[in-house]
C-alpha cells in the first residue's frame, strides 16, 4: 500500500487531455513539493515535473502539474502515442524523520 | 553528460547481503548541490526508495528499510554504494541509483539492475 494513492489505470484517444491525480497528506503533498516521473515500459523513470509545476529541460510543455491541498495531479494534453508510460507521483514526507514516497503508480494506456 | 551505472551481483542467497555500487561519470559526486540515492522497482510493482547519501557522508533511509540498509560513497572513485542485509525473496527487484537535488526531485537516473534473490 502507497502513501501516495494515484489510480492504477487511465486512457485516452490521441489529442485528448488527460489527467492523473496524487493523493496524499498534511505530512507528505500537503506540506512538500510534488515531483512527477514517467517509466516507459523496460527503461529506467524520467523526470518529468518537479517542484509541482515545473518542466525539467527538454519535456515537452503538453506535460502540466499542479498541487491543491494534499493531493497534485498531471495533465497531459494533446495525447501521442508515445505517452503510453507508467506514472508516479512522489513527495518527501515529514513523518518518521522525514523520507521519500512514491505513488503507486498509474498505467497510460493511449486507445 | 552525466551518467550513472549500476554494477554488482545479479544474484543473491536468501539470508545474505545484496551489494551494488554506483559509478557516477561526466561529473563529480562531490558537487554541493546534489545527494545521491537509491530506488528499487520489484518485477510488475511500483518504485520504493531505499535511501540517499551526501557526499559527506551523511545519510538518511527509508524507515521500512533503515535496519538493514547501509550506503556509502567514496568520492575519490566517484562511487556510492549500497548493502541491504538479511535479504528475502521480498528484495528481488531492478535497483536503480539516481542522483537528486535538496527538493528530492531525482533527474538523473542509472539504468537500473535486477537482483534476484534465491538459493
Known amino acids: 500500500q502507497s502513501v501516495l494513492t494515484q489510480p492504477p489505470s487511465a486512457s485516452g484517444t490521441p489529442g485528448q487531455r488527460v489527467t492523473i491525480s496524487c493523493s496524499g497528506s498534511?505530512?507528505?503533498?500537503?506540506?512538500?513539493?510534488v515531483n512527477w516521473y514517467q517509466q516507459l515500459p523496460g527503461t529506467a523513470p524520467k523526470l518529468l515535473i518537479y517542484?509541482?509545476?515545473q518542466r525539467p529541460s527538454g519535456v515537452p510543455d503538453r506535460f502540466s502539474g499542479s498541487k491543491s491541498g494534499t493531493s497534485a495531479s498531471l495533465a497531459i494534453s494533446g495525447l501521442q502515442s508515445e505517452d503510453e508510460a507508467d506514472y508516479y507521483c512522489?513527495?518527501?514526507?515529514?513523518?518518521?524523520?522525514?523520507?521519500?514516497?512514491f505513488g503507486g503508480g498509474t498505467k497510460l494506456t493511449v486507445l | 553528460q552525466l551518467q550513472l551505472q549500476e554494477s554488482g551481483p545479479g544474484l543473491v542467497k536468501p539470508s545474505e547481503t545484496l551489494s551494488l555500487t554506483c559509478t557516477v561519470s561526466?561529473?563529480?559526486?562531490?558537487?554541493?548541490?546534489?545527494?545521491w540515492g537509491w530506488i528499487r522497482q520489484p518485477p510488475g510493482k511500483g518504485l520504493e526508495w531505499i535511501g540517499s547519501?551526501?557526499?559527506?557522508?551523511?545519510?538518511y533511509y527509508n524507515p521500512s528499510l533503515k535496519s538493514r540498509v547501509t550506503i556509502s560513497v567514496d568520492t575519490s572513485k566517484n562511487q556510492f554504494s549500497l548493502k541491504l542485509s538479511s535479504v528475502t525473496a521480498a528484495d528481488t527487484a531492478v535497483y536503480y541509483c539516481?542522483?537528486?537535488?535538496?527538493?528530492?526531485?531525482?533527474?538523473?537516473w542509472g539504468q537500473g539492475t535486477m537482483v534476484t534473490v534465491s538459493s
Open positions: 539516481a542522483r537528486h537535488d535538496h527538493s528530492n526531485a531525482f533527474d538523473i
Open positions: 561526466g561529473g563529480s559526486i562531490s558537487s554541493s548541490s546534489y545527494y
Open positions: 547519501i551526501y557526499y559527506s557522508g551523511s545519510t
Open positions: 498534511s505530512s507528505n503533498i500537503g506540506s512538500n513539493t
Open positions: 517542484s509541482n509545476n
Open positions: 512522489a513527495a518527501w514526507d515529514d513523518s518518521l524523520n522525514g523520507h521519500v514516497v
